[in-house]
């Protein structure tokens, strides 16, 4: 297996642009620095939900011809809007992903550091794919207090072809947050963009489409 981009947290700023109109809106205003990434997202668990239970999600993310494998942890208590959770996300090859969507896997299969982090208890264990959603992002750049930041702006649809829209701003820390916030806020409202903090993940909000449980 290769591996790389190990890291081992995530904090974001997520904010709900609502509607098709507010996402297109602020994609006029912006500047992209690349094309539009097209991003397949595939969660696995066992057949009794093994990562669910413990609040976990691991997740395959197909993006061109590139691969990424992801365990996440449950939102820490933070600010509205601030998502703050422990990740550990490698690449993988692009042949084994397809061996993961085609017949699953064993826990053993899983990268080292993600073993270690899961515990004795997932040994031998099955994972099978269960949810999926696929995602459209632009990335575009915004210089606040100085420094350019990147503001992802994704359009998600999910299995029941609903669609939801949001920006999401990486941080290097928690400290960021709030000058982040009063830039993006005053970028939307100046545009009379509506908005609202996003309080749910992705997966979240996939599994009660689905009619599963909130993650």
């Not at 982040?180 to 609202?196: E, G, H, M, S, Y």
Request: proline share 2%; charged share 30%; net charge negative.
């Amino acid at each position: 297996m290769i591996m790389t981009g190990l890291s081992t947290k995530e904090i974001e700023l997520k904010i709900d642009l609502i509607n098709a109109t507010n996402y297109e809106q602020l994609l006029d205003l912006v500047k992209p620095v690349s094309e539009p990434i097209e991003q397949q997202n595939i969660f696995f668990d066992t057949p009794d939900h093994s990562l669910s239970r413990r609040k976990l999600a691991l997740r395959l993310r197909l993006q061109g011809n590139e691969a990424f494998i992801a365990l996440k942890g449950a939102r820490s208590k933070a600010p509205d809007g601030l998502a703050n959770r422990f990740e550990l996300e490698m690449k993988i090859s692009i042949d084994i992903a397809k061996v993961y969507l085609d017949n699953g896997f064993k826990s053993d299969d899983l990268p080292t550091e993600m073993i270690c982090k899961l515990g004795k208890e997932i040994k031998d264990l099955e994972f099978r794919k269960y949810l999926s959603f696929s995602n459209r992002r632009l990335m575009a750049s915004h210089s606040i207090s100085d420094a350019d930041y990147i503001l992802e702006i994704d359009k998600t649809t999910f299995e029941d072809d609903s669609t939801d829209y949001e920006i999401e701003i990486e941080l290097t820390n928690e400290n960021e947050y709030e000058s982040v916030l009063l830039a993006v806020k005053a970028l939307l409202d100046t545009n009379k963009i509506n908005w609202n903090f996003q309080s749910k993940s992705k997966m979240g909000r996939a599994l009660i489409k689905a009619g599963l449980n909130d993650h």
